[in-house]
């Protein structure tokens, strides 16, 4: 079974940076997706990105696009989430999600159904 643990949430100031790091296990097949969502205190979600695994092409959600870069390293079955020029907004629980592989993914139709795997996620808090 698939599972993923997080790391590499902390407290950080606004315009700083962070980096975040999943480790993925249990892989049966490599035609997924595997994404960043934060939630928040209220436990809704917002897509943050996503990364294919088999070719790597990326997509970002509006509010970080320019900001943050996802990244994956097949040797070591991880996906990071380099965090650059945080603001207060980002702060919440970042959490790390895979789904078979779909266009739609890729899009603004991408919902978060489509990520049936999900780990627990770590904390980033934002504040001066």
């Known amino acids: 079974q698939l599972q993923f643990v997080e790391s590499g949430g902390l407290l950080v100031q606004p315009g700083g940076?962070?980096?975040?790091?999943?480790?993925?296990s249990g892989f049966t097949v490599d035609y997924l997706a595997v994404g960043w969502f934060r939630q928040d205190e209220y436990g809704e979600r917002e897509f943050v990105a996503t990364i294919s695994w088999v070719t790597g092409v990326t997509y970002y959600g509006d509010l970080v696009k320019g900001r943050f870069s996802i990244s994956r390293d097949k040797a070591k079955n991880t996906v990071d989430l380099q965090m650059n020029k945080v603001k207060p907004e980002d702060m919440g629980v970042y959490v790390c999600a895979a789904g078979i592989y779909r266009p739609v993914m890729f899009t603004k139709g991408l919902d978060a159904?489509?990520?049936?795997w999900w780990g627990?996620?770590?904390?980033?808090?934002?504040?001066s």
């Not at 940076?17 to 993925?24: E, G, I």
């Not at 159904?113 to 049936?116: A, N, P």
């Open 113 to 116: 159904d489509f990520f049936g």
């Open 17 to 24: 940076s962070l980096k975040l790091s999943c480790v993925a």
């Open 120 to 127: 627990r996620g770590t904390q980033v808090t934002v504040s």
